[in-house]
């Protein structure tokens, strides 16, 4: 009984091991601490969306911005919703919403989290 327990319990911190972490730039969402990020959510097409983070970190391309897996690729959100309420498992509430002028005719709204 105990091998089997102790086989069970090495097969949970293996998965848990090999899941695929998400981050921003390179920076695992876990590990980004601070007070305040801004979301912007990015429709992708195909009713998907791209996340943006925005933590205070230096960046060149706007991409480096999306939320992304351990291979690169940009993970994809069902809608805005999906995506602040993923952030709430790392730790954020809302804060503060606001709009982005994209262009003359088109706004994003933009989402302010704070810590908890």
Do not use: H, W
Request: glycine content about 6%.
């Amino acid at each position: 009984m105990k091998k089997l327990i102790l086989a069970a319990a090495f097969a949970v911190c293996f998965g848990l091991f090999s899941a695929k972490a998400q981050n921003v730039n390179g920076f695992k969402l876990s590990d980004i601490k601070v007070e305040y990020i801004e979301v912007k959510p990015v429709y992708n097409g195909s009713d998907t969306y791209i996340a943006r983070i925005d933590y205070g970190q230096k960046f060149k391309r706007l991409k480096e911005l999306n939320v992304r897996d351990d291979d690169g690729n940009d993970l994809l959100f069902n809608s805005q919703m999906d995506c602040l309420n993923k952030l709430r498992n790392y730790g954020y509430e809302l804060f503060n919403t606001y709009t982005d002028q994209i262009d003359k005719d088109a706004t994003r709204p933009v989402y302010v989290l704070k810590r908890k």
